[in-house]
């Protein structure tokens, strides 16, 4: 059970250059989330998805787009990258809430640390 | 809208000392609080986490969260910290119906001998 892995680890970008990180999980996840973590600020949550198919939305979704076409998979995409993206994103993944009062915990990757030049 | 304060964003605390990590949230429905740990260079852990029942909960290496609705708090105490404690810990909260979390900005607690 490799848990959440998140591909690469490590990555440079140009401004404007365009680029997609890859969450994956195995635990038969319904949920999966995308993060962002700078100092001082937290993790903020850029997009996420409640099922295959599905995304919303989170704080700062603004310059990032999502792509969940299989369960296991969740993609975040810079399509013009800027140096305020330069940043450790985070994908998470849980069960749904559905029968667990709320309570599931979320499961997190490694993280992608991303420069943009 | 729901947010989470960590008022302290660095707490130095010598091995074998108590440490007590705050965390304030505001909320109007009801919530489920949690205490997220991240070692360095590593993803985040969960450490242990309030739903219901008894407001005292513990984790397995020693730390202990207490939830109290009047003053909306969920501090993180531990009565003796080791070096390997040493770590950024988050607070989050999420409401009952909602499918995300809202993290504080972390509290980075530096062990020293």
């Known amino acids: 059970n490799a848990g959440v892995t998140q591909t690469p680890k490590f990555r440079v970008l140009k401004t404007g250059q365009s680029m997609t990180l890859l969450c994956a999980q195995d635990?038969?996840?319904?949920?999966m989330y995308w993060y962002r973590q700078d100092p001082g600020m937290g993790l903020r949550l850029i997009h996420y998805?409640?099922?295959?198919?599905?995304?919303a939305k989170g704080e700062v979704p603004d310059g990032y787009n999502v792509s969940r076409l299989k369960k296991q998979n969740f993609l975040l995409g810079l399509e013009s990258a800027a140096p305020s993206q330069t940043s450790v994103y985070f994908c998470?993944?849980?069960?749904?809430?559905?029968?667990?009062?709320?309570?599931?915990?979320?499961?997190f990757g490694p993280g992608t640390r991303l420069t943009v030049l | 809208a729901q947010s989470v304060t960590q008022l302290d964003s660095q707490v130095p605390v010598f091995e074998e000392a108590p440490v007590e990590l705050r965390c304030n949230y505001s909320?109007?429905?009801?919530?489920?609080l949690f205490w997220y740990v991240q070692y360095p260079n590593q993803g985040l852990q969960l450490l242990l986490k309030?739903?219901?029942?008894?407001?005292l909960v513990k984790s397995i290496n020693g730390f202990e969260a207490e939830f109290n609705k009047s003053q909306t708090s969920f501090h993180l105490r531990k009565p003796s910290v080791h070096i390997s404690d040493t770590a950024e810990y988050f607070c989050?909260?999420?409401?009952?119906?909602?499918?995300?979390?809202?993290f504080g900005t972390g509290t980075r607690l530096q062990v020293t001998l």
């Open positions: 998470a993944s849980s069960y749904s809430d559905l029968g667990l009062a709320g309570g599931n915990e979320q499961f």
């Open positions: 635990m038969n996840h319904e949920y």
């Open positions: 998805s409640v099922g295959e198919g599905t995304t």
């Open positions: 909320s109007s429905v009801s919530v489920y």
């Open positions: 309030y739903l219901s029942g008894s407001t």
């Open positions: 989050a909260v999420k409401r009952g119906t909602a499918s995300k979390l809202t």
